[in-house]
């Protein structure tokens, strides 16, 4: 047993992780502004880009055709939606443009978690929910569930859409508290923090995508929002 495991520990001090292709620009702490706001929006998708996931930079009216055309062919058509959010509603509409039957296949997550389990869990291929913030320093991307979307339309289907405005943007998490500025009555009672798709490893360091939440995480930020 001692053998197996010196020689599973040689390896991991063996083995090297490369260095990001492209260095992240210098952080900048508050909120930020021209060419900070640049440099902050860099880093950020710097950071999510190196954990393996899509950042389309849109406006807000052309975003659903950048998104359209970003998706991996074929692309999904059974999406778990907001029942009366307005970015699901705008998805929507550009989905029955783009697929004529794509009415049929649209989920929605109307009030309880029991409406929508089978098909949440056997058939839905994608999800497209909002995001109330995002941090430049991790590639993080801050949801606040709520009635209206709760936290599993982010955890459960194998691809997740989240729209972002860049006005949110901040660098680090500490910007985000403070910009919240919470008290014990308004403090969100969970708050979802995503750096890409889900990921695991084993003692060798072997990542596997999506074994437990999404395989592909697509992050749309809204630049004129």
């Known amino acids: ?31 930020a502004k021209g060419d900070d706001a640049q440099a902050t ?38 999406w778990l939606l907001s029942d009366t959010h307005p970015l699901s509603n705008t998805w929507a509409a550009a989905l029955q443009h783009a697929v004529p039957d794509t009415e049929a296949t649209l989920c929605r997550y109307a009030s309880c ?61 500490t910007d985000y508290l403070m910009q919240r500025q919470w008290t014990a009555t308004t403090i969100p009672t969970n708050i979802v923090l995503i750096s890409g798709p889900s990921k695991t490893a084993d003692i060798q360091q072997t990542l596997a995508y999506g074994a437990h939440g999404p395989k592909a995480l697509y992050v749309v930020i809204l630049t004129d929002a």
């Not at 001692?2 to 952080?27: G, M, Q």
């Not at 950020?44 to 996931?53: S, Y």
């Not at 056997?122 to 995002?134: F, G, K, N, R, V």
């Open 41 to 78: 929006m860099t880093r950020f998708t710097i950071q999510l880009e190196a954990a393996h996931a899509q950042v389309i930079r849109a406006s807000a009216a052309d975003w659903p055709h950048r998104l359209l055309s970003a998706l991996p062919a074929p692309m999904p058509k059974q």
């Open 113 to 173: 978690v029991e409406g929508v389990k089978q098909a949440l869990f056997q058939t839905i291929e994608a999800s497209l929910t909002s995001a109330q913030a995002a941090i430049a320093e991790t590639g993080t991307l801050v949801l606040e569930p709520s009635p209206d979307e709760p936290r599993l339309m982010s955890l459960v289907p194998p691809l997740h859409v989240a729209v972002v405005n860049a006005s949110t943007l901040v660098a680090t998490f």
């Open 1 to 31: 047993m001692s053998l197996s495991r010196n020689a599973i520990l040689n390896r991991l001090r063996e083995s090297k992780v490369p260095p990001p292709s492209v260095a992240p620009p210098p952080l900048n702490t508050g909120s």
